[in-house]
C-alpha cells in the first residue's frame, strides 16, 4: 500500500493551489483521511482531515480557505487551497486510515511531502 501526493508548487499571496493523493495497493477500505504540514522548524500539524462519511475537520488557520474532500471509489483525496499566505509554505502530507486486504486492523499510512511555496 502506498499513498503518492502531487500539486505542491510555487505562488504568490492569494493564489490557488490543488493537492491531490492517491492510496493504491491490496486496499479493503479507508476510514479517515487527512492532510498534514510541516514547516521549517516547526511540528507536523494537521491542516484537514475527513470521514469516510464525508465530516470534515479544519484547522483554524485554514477555516474559510482550504476545502478538502475524497473520493472513496478510487481512494483519492484532495485538498483544495485558496488565498494562500506566506505562513501556508510547508511541505503537505497525505493520511490515510486504513484496512489493508487480509489484515484485520486498520494501520496508518503517509504519502510523501509534497512542498507549497506562498511568496508575499
Known amino acids: 500500500v502506498q499513498l503518492q501526493a502531487s500539486g505542491g508548487g510555487s505562488v504568490q499571496a492569494g493564489e490557488s493551489l490543488r493537492l491531490f493523493c492517491a492510496a493504491s495497493?491490496?486496499?479493503?477500505?479507508?476510514?479517515?483521511m487527512a492532510w498534514y504540514r510541516q514547516a521549517p522548524g516547526k511540528q507536523r500539524e494537521l491542516v484537514a482531515s475527513?470521514?469516510?462519511?464525508?465530516?470534515?475537520n479544519y484547522a483554524d488557520s485554514v477555516k474559510g480557505r482550504f476545502t478538502i474532500s475524497r473520493d472513496n471509489a478510487n481512494n483519492t483525496v484532495h485538498l483544495e487551497m485558496n488565498n494562500l499566505k506566506a505562513e501556508d509554505t510547508a511541505v503537505y502530507h497525505c493520511?490515510?486510515?486504513?484496512?489493508?486486504?487480509?489484515?484485520?486492523?486498520?494501520?496508518?499510512?503517509w504519502g510523501k511531502g509534497t512542498q507549497v511555496t506562498v511568496s508575499s
Open positions: 475527513i470521514a469516510r462519511g464525508g465530516n470534515t
Open positions: 493520511y490515510a486510515d486504513l484496512w489493508r486486504v487480509g489484515l484485520g486492523y486498520s494501520m496508518d499510512y
Open positions: 495497493g491490496r486496499i479493503f477500505t479507508i476510514n479517515d
